[in-house]
């Protein structure tokens, strides 16, 4: 992610940086159906989503947009809680129809919301969720999805399936605070490079 950022911010005309990138939202997603399902309280994984969206909005907005506001773009967080939120109704309904109904609305609310990775986002996240038990098929379902974005350079992040398909379940260091506080930490210097380097 850092890596693309840099590219996206400091040297859009360099595509290694945003192939190189492309990895790292496919893991997000995983990790994130990881999260739900290993989570003790899932309305505080909401909430926390949800404070580090809204905190990280200006960041987002001045690194990508140049504004201190832009509302025609939202930041990967607000995908993330929509994923979230999705996972929670998905776990309390008990028929298929109802859940295809759920992925639909949240990923109508991504796309009218606008934010990153949009409902393409969503349906990621319910495809990791819905094939959790099922390693190959998860895995092959995520590395299709990158490639649904009409010749996009996301078809590089069907990647990330390698280091999905080599998680052993086991839970690595505990640092979630400072991956959340890494976000709009870094894509705020990265704004302020930029204006230096302008």
């Known amino acids: 992610m850092l890596i693309d950022h840099i590219g996206a911010v ?22 994130l159906t990881e999260g ?14 949800g404070g580090f969206a809204i905190l990280s909005e200006i960041p987002y907005d001045l690194a990508f947009h140049g504004r201190v506001v832009d509302p025609r773009y939202q930041n990967v967080f607000f995908t993330l809680l929509l994923g979230v939120i999705l996972t929670y109704l998905l776990e309390r309904s008990a028929e298929w129809p109802l859940k295809v109904v759920e992925i639909l609305l949240v990923m109508a609310a991504a796309d009218f919301l ?9 349906l990621l996240i319910a495809v990791f969720y819905l094939m959790r038990e099922n390693l190959w098929i998860k895995t092959a379902c995520g590395a299709v999805w990158n490639f649904l974005w009409n010749g996009s350079i996301q078809g590089y992040g069907a990647l990330a399936m390698v280091p999905i398909a080599m998680y052993n379940g086991e839970r690595g260091r505990r640092m979630k605070y400072f991956f959340y506080v890494f976000y709009p930490a870094h894509l705020l210097v990265l704004f302020l490079v930029s204006k230096m380097l302008a």
């Open 10 to 31: 400091l040297f859009p005309g360099e595509m290694i940086f945003r192939y190189v990138g492309r990895i790292s939202f496919p893991i997000f997603c995983f990790l």
């Open 114 to 122: 606008r934010t990153d990775y949009s409902y393409k986002g969503i």
């Open 36 to 49: 739900v399902r290993y989570t003790r309280d899932i309305r505080m994984y909401m909430l926390r989503l």
